[in-house]
């Protein structure tokens, strides 16, 4: 079983509709929960990150995590054609793990399409 | 210029060819990472430098080599790589490789495609 799943899409839908994307994941040592967001032919870029459950808002988007399902979201409310990109969950078990011996463990990455 | 910057940008090679990937930030970072993304696949960890000192290699072939010269400038050297090597290799930077909180910022990425 794969760490962390994610669905790769792609997800299409109207400019203005609210958004859910997910990721399950079978660690249960995983607390910290990122996603990023990346546009084509461009790196990953930070957008939110969560520590354990609970919900995390921040303008237009909402994490939220589930420790008991082991299931993350990431809500985008009024999405805008900009929004299109691909968005990537990662989460780790160590606050010392940007980049050290366990790292960050990644989902696929779901590609996301607003239509205008 | 600022940010993380990667060239090229694209590169076709044989696979038995030699050639070097490079990366350069601006951003007065001490941390400096490779990963590789494949289609279809989660973003892979390679290596990571702290400080021009090597401190994770994600058992990685060792037909990559990666260089850091100073904290600046990464570089990933390829010889005889494989098909499936193909993808696209991040470069990413962040203020030291500790606290999860130092977010790393990537550069655009270098599409390789090995024939």
């Known amino acids: 079983q794969k760490e962390v799943e994610q669905d790769p899409g792609p997800l299409s839908v109207p400019e203005g509709a609210i958004v859910s994307l997910n990721c399950t994941y079978s660690?249960?040592?995983?607390?910290?929960f990122m996603w990023y967001r990346q546009y084509s032919r461009k790196g990953p870029e930070l957008l939110m990150y969560?520590?354990?459950?609970g919900n995390k808002e921040d303008g237009r988007f909402t994490a939220q995590v589930d420790k008991s399902s082991k299931y993350i979201s990431l809500f985008i409310r009024d999405s805008q054609p900009s929004d299109s990109a691909t968005y990537l969950c990662?989460?780790?078990?160590?606050?010392?793990?940007?980049?050290?011996?366990?790292?960050?463990?990644f989902g696929k990455g779901t590609h996301l399409i607003i239509q205008p | 210029e600022t940010g993380v910057t990667q060239t090229p940008r694209h590169l076709v090679m044989g696979m038995t060819n030699k050639k070097s990937l490079k990366c350069e930030q601006h951003?007065?970072?001490?941390?400096m990472y490779w990963y590789k993304q494949s289609a279809k696949k989660p973003l892979e960890l390679m290596f990571v430098?702290?400080?021009?000192?090597?401190?994770e290699n994600n058992s990685v072939p060792s037909r990559f080599s990666p260089e850091c010269p100073n904290s600046s400038h990464l570089f990933l050297h390829l010889h005889t790589l494989q098909p499936e090597d193909s993808a696209l290799y991040l470069c990413?930077?962040?203020?030291?490789?500790?606290?999860?909180?130092?977010?790393?910022?990537f550069g655009p990425g270098t599409r390789l495609t090995v024939l």
């Open positions: 990413a930077s962040s203020s030291s490789s500790g606290l999860i909180t130092d977010t790393q910022y």
């Open positions: 660690n249960s040592a995983f607390q910290y």
């Open positions: 969560t520590y354990s459950s």
């Open positions: 990662a989460m780790t078990h160590d606050m010392y793990s940007g980049g050290g011996a366990d790292g960050l463990t």
């Open positions: 951003l007065g970072h001490n941390a």
């Open positions: 430098y702290n400080f021009k000192e090597q401190t």
